[in-house]
């Protein structure tokens, strides 16, 4: 069953240089309890589009459907979007401090988020509370319910949000960058941690993030993201193993989270194109190894491998390698 679908999604912004066309004609559908993971560089409109999903974009022309549990969203008004948020949909954003206020405690924020949606006493709120964070992983539970955030370190502080977004049992959690600030070390935990709620709980999680290799080992799905375009779609086993799409295959090798010693970084060379135009050819053209002319000419046709597997590419066969840069060892 499909928790979420978007059809033809698409998001312009104005602004002052002209109209920046964020999001183009984007569709994709979360079937339950998956990991779905969207990847791409920053600026290739991921995180706006998981802010249009949620409604939280203003000023911008949101066009296209996002059914979800079979309600279009877009359709809704900001009140009916309000419900739905937290109790349905929880969030987790990439900056806790920006997300939870500072001058409440951590306990009075979670039990406040109860309170919204749910009419139950202070106590019971109070005993669920510390039930998530616990469950997150946050020690002593019980006497941090009354610290602040600034009293929390970064890696704690994401999980109090994480506690934060499941503790409604929302169907769905929209995770935008949840680790990048974090060390290695914290990031691998915080994804160990959602990836066991989603087991637990059967939650369906949309995981978005810049690093390929870090959805490797979680992703049922995985939705790579360039300029505004979706450019590949399909399981992550075929994704990670058999990338179909230059673009792909350029973020796997550039992955710091597949990086081994002795093995080679390649970063992906030059830079994404304007989104105030929109393109002729293939958004990628400008940096692909694989270039030919039509590329530059027309859209790329959108193939379809193994039924499973979508991608916008004019190459019959599977990208080239470029030549491995190698690169420092990082201490
Ligand atoms: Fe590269 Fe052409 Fe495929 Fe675009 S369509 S990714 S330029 S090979
Ligand atoms: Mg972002």
Known sequence: MAVIEAKRLSVRIPTEDGIVHAVQDVSFTVEAGQLFGIVGESGSGKSVLAQAVMGLLSGAEVTGEVLFEGVDLLALDRRELRAIRGSRIGMIFQDPLSSLHPY????????????THERVSKLAARARAIEMLERVGIPNADERFDSYPHQFSGGMRQRVMIAMALVLRPALIIADEPTTALDVTVQAQILELLESMRREFGTTVIMITHDLGLLSSVADQVMVMYAGNRLE????????SDPAHPYTAGLLRSSPANYEPGSELVPIT??????????????????????MDVCHAQRPPLRVYDDSVEVACWLEHAPSSPEPVTLAQPD
């Open 104 to 115: 409440f405690s951590i306990g009075s924020q979670i039990t406040e988020m109860i309170h």
């Open 233 to 240: 779609i399909g399981p992550g086993a075929s994704i990670f």
């Open 270 to 291: 030059g830079r994404p194109p304007s989104l105030l135009r929109l393109a002729s050819g293939c958004v990628f053209s400008s940096r692909c190894p694989d270039a």
